[in-house]
């Protein structure tokens, strides 16, 4: 019998395994009991500001969201990561959309970055940058940087980069093996292309990117510089230019971690067609309890660490009716939840994007549908509700806010 290709075998399993890792002991395990239903948003968090985002065309389905000059500037990218839409002081000036595979187009936008030294928008193909006017939506062509690409983000004077140098090769495979590059997070001057002039500040096993998902980059805060390693176990990081620091620890359930499978995870670098159903076997074993999907919204504001997660939880015990868990950290102490509400509206706050120290959360206009008749609507739900009247199209509303 002919032998199916290793690598179409790892392939079908990448939708059995989802999560997030780290290593050591020093890590905190959220439980079952320490999740809360819902918060009042109005208790935990301060500083709201609402901004009508103004428009003369209907606006919905914005996804992330991106600030630059203390909110002067804002790109969102549409949910159906078709078009990015450019806002000046809260008005829609600008649209990119592109979708296409011929020259100056895009066949997806996965995520994309905003240079304001060079008042360009970048989104990533492979190993190039395609670069677009920011202001008039005009292709300005494709820059090419020696690493297979997956995310990138502007940091001011700084560019970071994840994906694999491209001299260490690439995913492949034949009929018994499946090589496995290292992946690399690299932080390089703004304008440099040669990456391997950049300093490292974390790799990582491609097999665990394969079975596990990308770290998340698209809302690393620019101010702050904190995001997430991912795996088996959450890490929390700020970083400067020459190294990450670990700032916490966490991963769902009480279950011990496999420490065998966490090493195969990081450290293999080829799978034999002998040896690849072992190593599968015990990586699918290592993940089948609760974890964490992806980590997205990172913000690290005078001592609180807040973000959201995705995750699995197949027994079941937390209930259902959210996708998001909500992470806020104080004092050493950690709170988590599965709804953030105002009260006396009837839909969830749900933070897509960062303006400085501010969570981003984009309210959309549901009419009468976006109050809760049960419950008396508090001050700050009174000032959303009569913006969001004011709103011709129906179109939404911005709401920032800090977490105490």
């Given at each position: 019998?002919r032998?199916?290709?290793?690598?179409?075998?790892?392939?079908?399993?990448?939708?059995?395994?989802?999560g997030?890792?780290?290593?050591?002991?020093?890590?905190?395990?959220?439980?079952?009991?320490?999740?809360?239903?819902?918060?009042?948003?109005?208790?935990?968090?301060?500083?709201?500001?609402?901004?009508?985002?103004?428009?003369?065309?209907?606006?919905?389905?914005?996804?992330g969201?991106?600030?630059?000059?203390?909110?002067?500037?804002?790109?969102?990218?549409?949910?159906?990561?078709?078009?990015?839409?450019?806002?000046?002081?809260?008005?829609?000036?600008?649209?990119?959309?592109?979708?296409?595979?011929g020259?100056?187009?895009?066949?997806?936008?996965?995520?994309?970055?905003?240079?304001?030294?060079?008042?360009?928008?970048?989104?990533?193909?492979?190993?190039n940058?395609?670069?677009?006017?920011?202001?008039?939506?005009?292709?300005?062509?494709?820059?090419?940087?020696?690493?297979?690409?997956?995310?990138?983000?502007?940091?001011?004077?700084?560019?970071?980069?994840?994906?694999?140098?491209?001299?260490?090769?690439?995913?492949?495979?034949?009929?018994?093996?499946?090589?496995?590059?290292?992946?690399?997070?690299?932080?390089?001057?703004?304008?440099?292309?040669?990456?391997?002039?950049?300093?490292?500040?974390?790799?990582?096993?491609?097999?665990?990117?394969?079975?596990?998902?990308?770290?998340?980059?698209?809302?690393?805060n620019?101010?702050?510089?904190?995001?997430?390693?991912?795996?088996?176990?959450?890490?929390?990081?700020?970083?400067?230019?020459?190294?990450?620091?670990?700032?916490?620890?966490?991963?769902?359930?009480?279950?011990?971690?496999?420490?065998?499978?966490?090493?195969?995870?990081?450290?293999?670098?080829?799978?034999?067609?002998?040896?690849?159903?072992?190593?599968?076997?015990r990586?699918?074993?290592?993940?089948?309890?609760?974890?964490?999907?992806?980590?997205?919204?990172?913000?690290?504001d005078?001592?609180?660490?807040s973000?959201?997660?995705?995750?699995?939880?197949?027994?079941?015990?937390?209930?259902?009716?959210?996708?998001?868990?909500?992470?806020?950290?104080?004092?050493?102490?950690?709170?988590?939840?599965?709804?953030?509400?105002?009260?006396?509206?009837?839909?969830?706050?749900d933070?897509?994007?960062?303006?400085?120290?501010?969570?981003?959360?984009?309210?959309?206009?549901?009419?009468?549908?976006?109050?809760?008749?049960?419950?008396?609507?508090?001050?700050?739900?009174?000032?959303?509700?009569?913006?969001?009247?004011?709103?011709?199209?129906?179109?939404?509303?911005?709401?920032?806010?800090?977490?105490?």
């Amino acid at each position: 019998m002919r032998k199916r290709p290793l690598f179409l075998s790892a392939l079908s399993l990448m939708a059995v395994f989802a999560g997030c890792s780290g290593s050591g002991s020093d890590y905190e395990e959220i439980t079952a009991a320490d999740i809360e239903e819902e918060a009042d948003l109005t208790k935990i968090a301060y500083d709201f500001k609402i901004h009508p985002l103004k428009s003369s065309d209907p606006l919905d389905g914005i996804g992330g969201v991106k600030s630059w000059n203390d909110g002067s500037v804002m790109l969102a990218r549409t949910n159906d990561s078709r078009k990015i839409l450019r806002f000046d002081n809260y008005k829609l000036t600008g649209v990119l959309d592109r979708l296409g595979r011929g020259p100056g187009e895009y066949y997806f936008i996965e995520d994309f970055t905003y240079d304001e030294f060079n008042n360009c928008i970048y989104i990533e193909n492979d190993s190039n940058l395609v670069t677009y006017d920011a202001v008039t939506m005009e292709f300005k062509g494709k820059q090419k940087v020696n690493i297979n690409l997956q995310n990138c983000l502007n940091l001011g004077d700084k560019m970071l980069y994840f994906g694999i140098f491209l001299d260490e090769g690439s995913l492949s495979a034949d009929e018994d093996s499946l090589h496995l590059p290292k992946e690399s997070m690299i932080l390089v001057d703004r304008d440099e292309r040669d990456l391997s002039k950049g300093v490292i500040l974390y790799r990582e096993g491609l097999l665990k990117r394969l079975l596990m998902g990308y770290p998340e980059l698209f809302y690393v805060n620019p101010k702050n510089r904190s995001t997430c390693f991912t795996g088996l176990v959450c890490t929390i990081v700020t970083f400067d230019d020459e190294k990450a620091t670990p700032i916490y620890k966490f991963k769902l359930g009480t279950e011990p971690i496999d420490e065998e499978a966490e090493r195969l995870l990081d450290e293999t670098e080829s799978l034999s067609s002998e040896g690849a159903e072992d190593v599968l076997k015990r990586i699918s074993l290592a993940t089948q309890g609760p974890r964490i999907n992806n980590v997205y919204n990172i913000m690290v504001d005078n001592g609180t660490i807040s973000f959201r997660v995705t995750y699995n939880w197949p027994d079941g015990s937390i209930g259902d009716g959210s996708n998001y868990l909500y992470f806020v950290r104080r004092d050493n102490k950690t709170k988590v939840y599965k709804h953030l509400r105002i009260p006396g509206l009837s839909m969830d706050v749900d933070p897509t994007g960062a303006n400085g120290n501010h969570q981003i959360a984009i309210i959309e206009n549901l009419g009468d549908l976006a109050i809760d008749e049960d419950v008396p609507l508090s001050p700050l739900a009174e000032q959303i509700v009569a913006e969001l009247k004011k709103q011709n199209d129906d179109n939404p509303v911005m709401l920032e806010f800090r977490f105490k």
